[in-house]
Every structure is written in structure tokens, then in C-alpha cells.
């Protein structure tokens, strides 16, 4: 997902404004907060015992009635024999009946909760479970922050509806275990039934369009892990521009643009711009996570959301120059979670900085290839000084979307990695971070924490990083930069609270030398004020005496 400030900001020039609407948006979410639906938190001891495997939704959509009705088949595994299985559901969503293993079972729909408590327990392993449903599902009050369905129409009155849900969890319709630490291992199955003439984009492969009088059903099929806010589908009267993109290991992936008929056009233009994004994204994350699959864009009336082989577009072909050639923001940061949040997932919303901020240091990092270090630099320091430090970006563990949600998992998360880069030397940095989105253990099935990440790089670097995981992380201080004059051209630079020695750049009248600075300090000689970190790697406090 896309930050709300960064949105703000590029829209609104007026700072008296700015002020105006950003309160008016906290009295909201705070207003809103009390019926919120949120996703994730602690996990259940009922759901922890439970691995999901594999969804199956098969839904008619009815735009005038702004309702859905079919079912969700959920394949899962009971680690342990158990008396209870515990689903998401929201309550808007009425369920008609659930069959277990092919019998009709008793079960209690309460509290956002499907509860279904056999007499006799239920066995260790595989388990096919079929809830049938139907309703009105929650409509988005600012997608995408604040998600749901949007029944909106294109400037045409043609039906176009959209679903985001990152923070809300698929639960707002259908049901499911919604955490991020489980993730259909075997992937999702879609069969999306809607008045003939509108078109569903979803995820994975479009397996087969039926149609039968005036309705059209959409089978689209993902055999790849997909964390529950993806799976779901847009609907409009798009066409669909194709082209084909080869891959850094040559690969041939189908690239396509669901895009709204009126808009056909401009669709071919996207893409080459996205192409260009995937060249840049693949070069320091590595190849496109789903090769096997496509990638694809689908236009929305919301700004944006990373929707896995089906990236949500809203940002209306508004390009920026970079490099001399077109960019679209949105488009680039969206694409760039198909490694960080799609492939590399955080185990939990704790982490989300992960998903968040190495995304955001994406963004730059396509300045850098487009522009050089220089304009790279200068964003980073533009990053630096809209962080924000009020709270730290890992709040604990076992944190709902909603709590972990705050500019800085993006911006300051962004700045971590720029720091880390600096303390590690591109030949270290670089190529760990490539590992992290590409080694098994942190992709795919796999999910990852801020332990994960701290590890490895610690590993990359030859020494433990922790305390610069927790410094910038879990706490909101800056680093403590002292400088104290000892003498005539003598001075006592310490790092106050770093807990390691860590490389920092220091200009003297001798010009700038990069030096090992801790705790304990070290005596530098210079005719002027040494200047501590010129070029802004770390985000510091500096104090003189
Ligand atoms: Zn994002």
C-alpha cells in the first residue's frame, strides 16, 4: 500500500489546507476506529493449529444490488486433532450452510467468527470445508486505507468495481484464516460470475470465460502462495492491452493492462513504463517473483494496491520525469511489492516495515539508476527529514494492521536500508539484500520478521547489527552524535548510544575520511568544526560542546 501523507502531499499545495484535511482524516480514523475491521493481532490458539492450503471462491457478483453470493472452499490442515475450527467472516456476510468433508455441519456465525464445534473431534490432517454465503460486503470509506468494495461506475455508467482490504483482511468476504503467517501454500482458485459485457481481472491465470444468457464467469487460478488481502478481483468494461516481457533469467512472462475501455489508448505507454520498473526491480531484488504466472496491472477507481500478478492502478496517467523519461510513482512502488509483501511477507503486521520500507527504498533506488547516487542522496535526505520518530516502526509482536500502520514503517524503514548500505559497503549490502528476496527461507512459503533480516545481514557483515536494528527500529532515538572541542584543531567526537563501532564520514579541513566511531570515541585534529555524516546515511542528533 501507498503512504496517505506522501498522497497528500503530491496533491495538495497549500499548507493551511493540508493541516485542514490531515485532521479532519485523524478525527475520522478516529471516529471510524471503534467499527473498524481489522486484520491480524494475536494469533488464535484455534487458527494456529490450523494451515490453510487452498481457496476456492465462487462468487456472483450483482453490481445493483452491491451484493455477492456463492461460496469459499477451503482446503486445510489441523495440526493437531482439535474440537473447534475458527474462520474470518464478517458479520454482513450471511452463511446459509457449511459442509465438512461432505457433511453438513452445525455452526455459530457471531462476532466477525465462523465457530464450528463438532460432538466428536475433529482428526489431525487434511480437512475440505465448504461455506456457503451471501451479502452485502462492507463498501470501502477511503479505499485504499480504509478498505471494502466500491461499487463505482466509469464516465461511460458502465459497473466498475474494486475491492482492497490489506488492513481489513479478506474476511470482509469470504471466509478464511486472516494472518498474514499463513498463506494458501497451494494457491487460490477464483470463479467470478457477473452481468455479461463486464470483465474480472484477478490473479494468477485466466483459465476460462463461460458464458450462459446474460452472465459471465471468470476462472482465474494462482497455483502460487498469495496472502489473503490479494485474493480477490476487479470488475469493469476493460480491454486488455498484451505485450510480453523477458525476465533478467530470460524468462517469458505475459505483461498485461486491464485497462477501462475508455482509457485503451494510453495502456500500451503504461506498460513500456512498467517495463522499465521491472528492469530496475529485478536488477537489485532479482528475478519477477511469477514467472510461471503473468504480470499485470488492472485499472481502479482507488489509487493503489499490491495485488499479486494483478497490481491495483488508480494514479490516472500521471507521469514525473526521471531520467528524462516517463515515471509513474504509483505504478513503481505498487510493482515493487511483488517482492516485498507478495514474495517477501512479514510473519506477522508487526514487521510490516519490511513489506513497507524495503519497497520504499525501491523507489529510490530506481532514482539512483535513473538519475545517479547524487539525486539517490537527495531523496534519501529528503526521506530523513519527513521521519517522524513518534512511535518506532516494531511496536512489539503480534500487532494488528491498524496499530502498525504509520508514515515511518514507510519513510524511516526506507532510510534503514540507505543506513545499513552506507555501514556495510555496496559489495555486502547489495548482494544480502538480493538473498533476502530470493533465498527459500525467506520467500514464498516462507515469512520473515525483523529477526530474520537482522540476522542475515548481521551474518552478511561479519559482526551482530542489532544494535542498529534496535536503535532505529525499536526505539523512535536519533543517533547521538557528540562533538566536544579539546583542545586548539582537537576534537572528541562520540556516538552516545550505538552500541558498536559503526562507520561515519567526517570533513576536516583535510577533506572528508571515513573512520570507525563509537561509544567510546575517537580525537580528530582540524583547523574547522569537523562535520559529522555530510551526506546524511544516518538519521542523528548532533550535539557541540
Ligand atoms: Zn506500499
Known amino acids: ?12 499545495k497549500k499548507h493551511t489546507m493540508r493541516i485542514f484535511l490531515i485532521s479532519l482524516l485523524l478525527v475520522c480514523t478516529i471516529f471510524l476506529q471503534a467499527q473498524q475491521i481489522i486484520s491480524g493481532g494475536p494469533l488464535k490458539p484455534e487458527q494456529a493449529n490450523m494451515d490453510i492450503r487452498h481457496y476456492t471462491l465462487s462468487l456472483e457478483v450483482d453490481p445493483a444490488g452491491k451484493s455477492i453470493k456463492g461460496y469459499t472452499e477451503i482446503s486445510l490442515i489441523l495440526i493437531k486433532e482439535a474440537n ?12 446459509e450452510k457449511i459442509i465438512l468433508d461432505g457433511k453438513q455441519v452445525e455452526f455459530l456465525h457471531e462476532n466477525g467468527f465462523i465457530n464450528i464445534s463438532g460432538s466428536n473431534q475433529f482428526s489431525a490432517g487434511k480437512h475440505l470445508l465448504k461455506v456457503i454465503y ?38 470482509i468476504y469470504f471466509p478464511c484464516k486472516d494472518h498474514p503467517s499463513d498463506e494458501p501454500n497451494e494457491g487460490a482458485d477464483l470463479f467470478i460470475t457477473v452481468p455479461k459485457g463486464l470483465v474480472v481481472a484477478g490473479p494468477g491465470l485466466l483459465q476460462k ?12 487460478k494462482t497455483n502460487y502462495t498469495i496472502s489473503n488481502y490479494a485474493i480477490l478481483f476487479n470488475v469493469g468494461k476493460y480491454k486488455v492491452i498484451r505485450r510480453e516481457y523477458i525476465t533478467v533469467n530470460n524468462n517469458r512472462v505475459p505483461m498485461e493492462f486491464y485497462v477501462l475501455e475508455e482509457h485503451a489508448d494510453k495502456g500500451m505507454h503504461l506498460l513500456e513504463i512498467m517495463e522499465r520498473s521491472a528492469r530496475v526491480q529485478e536488477k537489485y531484488f532479482g ?32 507521469y514525473t520525469l526521471v531520467g528524462g523519461m516517463d515515471f509513474d510513482w504509483l505504478l ?67 500487532i494488528d494492521a491498524k496499530q502498525t500502520y504509520q508514515p515511518d514503517i514507510y519513510g524511516k524503514g526506507a532510510f534503514f536500508m540507505h543506513t545499513l548500505r552506507y555501514i556495510m559497503g555496496d559489495s555486502l549490502f547489495f548482494p544480502t539484500l538480493k538473498k533476502l528476496a530470493t533465498a527459500p527461507q525467506y520467500t514464498y512459503d516462507n515469512t520473515v520478521t525483523t529477526d530474520d533480516v537482522e540476522k542475515l545481514f548481521s551474518g552478511a557483515y561479519g559482526q551482530s547489527m542489532k544494535p542498529v536494528f534496535d536503535l532505529f527500529l525499536r526505539t523512535t532515538e536519533k543517533l547521538d552524535v557528540q562533538i566536544r572541542q579539546t583542545d586548539t584543531e582537537k576534537y572528541f567526537i562520540r556516538l552516545a548510544n550505538s552500541g558498536m ?10 577533506g572528508m575520511e571515513r573512520v570507525m566511531v563509537g561509544e567510546k570515541g575517537l580525537e580528530v585534529n582540524s583547523k574547522t568544526i569537523p562535520v559529522v555524516d555530510p551526506k546524511g546515511y544516518y538519521l542523528k542528533k548532533i550535539t557541540m560542546d
Not at 473447534?84 to 452463511?95: C, G, R, Y
Not at 480504509?146 to 474494486?162: L, R
Not at 511477507?345 to 520504499?360: F, K, S
Not at 563501532?501 to 567526517?506: A, G, M, Y
Request: net charge negative.
Open 1 to 12: 500500500m501507498l503512504l496517505i501523507e506522501q498522497t497528500l502531499d503530491s496533491l495538495l
Open 84 to 95: 473447534t475450527i475458527l474462520l474470518d467472516l464478517v458479520q454482513q456476510m450471511k452463511v
Open 134 to 171: 451471501a451479502g452485502e460486503p462492507p463498501i470501502a470509506k477511503r479505499a485504499p486505507w480504509e478498505g471494502g468494495f466500491q461499487w463505482e461506475k466509469d464516465s461511460t455508467g458502465n459497473p466498475w468495481i474494486a475491492i482492497t482490504c490489506q488492513s481489513e483482511g479478506g474476511k
Open 209 to 220: 470465460v463461460t458464458t450462459k444468457k446474460n452472465q459471465s464467469t471468470y476462472h482465474w
Open 287 to 318: 528475478e519477477y517473483p511469477w514467472v510461471k504466472e503473468k504480470i499485470a496491472i488492472a485499472e481502479t477507481p482507488h489509487l493503489g494496491m499490491e495485488h499479486q500478478t494483478m497490481n491495483a492502478y488508480g494514479n490516472k496517467f500521471r
Open 332 to 398: 513503481h512502488h505498487e510493482f515493487g511489492h511483488e517482492w516485498w509483501g507478495n514474495k517477501v511477507t512479514n510473519r506477522d503486521w508487526a514487521h510490516m516495515w519490511i513489506q513497507e520500507g524495503i519497497c520504499v527504498f525501491g523507489d529510490a533506488l530506481y532514482i539512483r539508476d535513473a538519475e545517479g547516487e547524487e539525486a539517490y542522496l537527495e531523496r534519501m535526505r529528503r526521506t530523513a527529514r519527513a521521519t517522524q520518530n513518534r512511535m518506532p516502526i516494531v511496536q512489539g509482536e503480534q
Open 501 to 510: 563501532t559503526l562507520p561515519v564520514d567526517i570533513a576536516t579541513d583535510r
